[in-house]
């Protein structure tokens, strides 16, 4: 791999951002246009309630590796 200096590696890094945000944009107006509102509705809710589930499960890991560290 070459050996690119920190700005070079730093705007690289944000040009690879800025790719990731246009194909999100674009495969969200993809989205939108070809998928009845309810689907990505119900989508959207149910990708909401495995968040909350991963971040309860997280919040009971960390108690209880606190707890087993004391």
């Not at 800025?18 to 990708?47: D, E, K, R, S």
């Amino acid at each position: 791999m070459f050996m690119l200096t920190l700005k070079q590696r730093a705007a690289l890094e944000v040009a690879k951002l800025v790719g990731w945000a246009l194909l999100c944009a674009i495969c969200m107006h993809l989205a939108f246009t070809f998928v009845p509102f309810t689907v990505l509705l119900t989508i959207a809710l149910g990708l909401m309630v495995v968040y909350g589930l991963i971040m309860m499960y997280e919040v009971f890991l960390a108690r209880f590796e606190r707890e087993e560290d004391k």
